[in-house]
């Protein structure tokens, strides 16, 4: 199976990392790309070790991709097959990032952007280790098998999308937001007003405050 890899940021304390994030970036992109975010949320999580892989394949133009898009055919079927396809190698690269730090699945956040949210809210939720949260801007939800049974954790969820995006439609953060409550998770889900596929400075805020909430006093 692919072993992946991509920028790391070490600890703002200077010590052994007690948690960790794993961001997952978008199609097209590289974990350079979600890398931005550790310095806005490293006074939350100064223990923290802040890991952004490159998805495992190239996309043919610049960047990666967690699965590919069928621009042509039925996208919604294709996007469901690349997430299940695509979910095992995340789940190695976080066990292995969990044997090889002594990090535990509860001091773990995983979050992405876009393509990277799906995978995040999919993975987090398919899990049975709990993690401290799952964080998915302007992204949508495939439920994995099992969803609200007692053999998969439920961490917190934060769903953040804005309201003019074209390119992955706000609905289906509305849409996740109802599936997951429904299926007896905490969500904290916020609508950017005015903003298209990007991540505000209300959405990083919001996100940023559902950290400080999730993180062990």
Same mark, same amino acid.
């Given at each position: 199976m692919t072993k992946l890899s991509g920028p790391m940021m070490a600890p703002a304390n200077?010590?052994?990392p007690d948690s960790a994030?794993?961001?997952l970036h978008g199609y097209g992109s590289d974990g350079n790309d979600l890398i931005g975010l550790a310095p806005h949320w490293q006074n939350l999580l100064p223990g923290a070790? *802040?890991?952004a892989p490159n998805a495992p394949t190239p996309t043919g133009m610049s960047g990666f991709q967690w699965f590919s898009i069928d621009w042509t055919g039925d996208r919604v079927a294709g996007r469901q097959r690349g997430?299940?396809?695509a979910r095992p190698v995340i789940e190695e690269f976080l066990r292995d990032l969990?044997?090889?730090t002594g990090i535990a699945p509860e001091r773990t956040i995983l979050a992405g952007f876009s393509q990277g949210a799906m995978m995040a809210l999919h993975t987090g939720t398919a899990l049975k280790e709990q993690l401290m949260?799952?964080?998915? *801007?302007s992204g949508a939800y495939l439920p994995p098998d099992g969803l609200g049974g007692d053999s998969l954790a439920k961490p917190p969820i934060c769903l953040v999308h804005?309201?003019?995006?074209?390119?992955v439609d706000p609905n289906l953060s509305s849409d996740a937001n109802a599936v997951l409550t429904e299926a007896g998770f905490d969500v904290n889900y916020h609508v950017s007003r005015g903003v298209g596929h990007g991540i505000s400075p209300d959405g990083l805020s919001f996100a940023s405050d559902f950290i400080a909430k999730i993180v062990p006093k």
């Amino acid at each position: 199976m692919t072993k992946l890899s991509g920028p790391m940021m070490a600890p703002a304390n200077g010590q052994a990392p007690d948690s960790a994030v794993v961001l997952l970036h978008g199609y097209g992109s590289d974990g350079n790309d979600l890398i931005g975010l550790a310095p806005h949320w490293q006074n939350l999580l100064p223990g923290a070790l *802040f890991v952004a892989p490159n998805a495992p394949t190239p996309t043919g133009m610049s960047g990666f991709q967690w699965f590919s898009i069928d621009w042509t055919g039925d996208r919604v079927a294709g996007r469901q097959r690349g997430i299940l396809e695509a979910r095992p190698v995340i789940e190695e690269f976080l066990r292995d990032l969990w044997a090889q730090t002594g990090i535990a699945p509860e001091r773990t956040i995983l979050a992405g952007f876009s393509q990277g949210a799906m995978m995040a809210l999919h993975t987090g939720t398919a899990l049975k280790e709990q993690l401290m949260g799952v964080i998915g *801007f302007s992204g949508a939800y495939l439920p994995p098998d099992g969803l609200g049974g007692d053999s998969l954790a439920k961490p917190p969820i934060c769903l953040v999308h804005g309201d003019i995006d074209q390119v992955v439609d706000p609905n289906l953060s509305s849409d996740a937001n109802a599936v997951l409550t429904e299926a007896g998770f905490d969500v904290n889900y916020h609508v950017s007003r005015g903003v298209g596929h990007g991540i505000s400075p209300d959405g990083l805020s919001f996100a940023s405050d559902f950290i400080a909430k999730i993180v062990p006093k």
